[in-house]
Nanobody, 116 residues
Framework: QVQLVESGGGLVEPGGSLRLSCAAS????????MDWYRQAPGKERERVAT????????IYLVSVKGRFTISRDNDKNTVYLQMNSLKREDTAVYYC?????????WGQGTQVTVSS
């Protein structure tokens, strides 16, 4: 079955960096675009970044553009989110996502807290 396992979250000071990873299994990873979403307390879940199946194209939420970078390694079935210049408003649970024939699959999420 489809499994997505996120890791790499934690507590970081404003201006710091974190790299999230999402290990995927149970489907042909290289066939699908991958997304990172986040959900802050009391807010709707929002899509942060998308990468095409070959990694050739990426899309970002306006508020993270220039600070976050999504990438993937199709040999390792893993998608990454490099987050630099973190701000307090980036605090959220970050989720990996894949849409397979209209079914959205989610990982368990990893908490990112930006605080001094």
């Amino acid at each position: 079955q489809v499994q997505l396992v996120e890791s790499g979250g934690g507590l970081v000071e404003p201006g710091g960096s974190l790299r999230l990873s999402c290990a995927a299994s149970g489907f042909t990873f290289s066939w699908y675009a991958m997304d990172w979403y986040r959900q802050a307390p009391g807010k709707e879940r929002e899509r942060v970044a998308t990468i095409t199946r070959d990694g050739g194209s990426t899309i970002y939420l306006v508020s993270v553009k220039g600070r976050f970078t999504i990438s993937r390694d199709n040999d390792k079935n893993t998608v990454y989110l490099q987050m630099n210049s973190l701000k307090r408003e980036d605090t959220a649970v970050y989720y990996c996502n894949v849409n397979i024939y209209g079914i959205m699959y989610w990982g368990q999420g990893t908490q990112v807290t930006v605080s001094s």
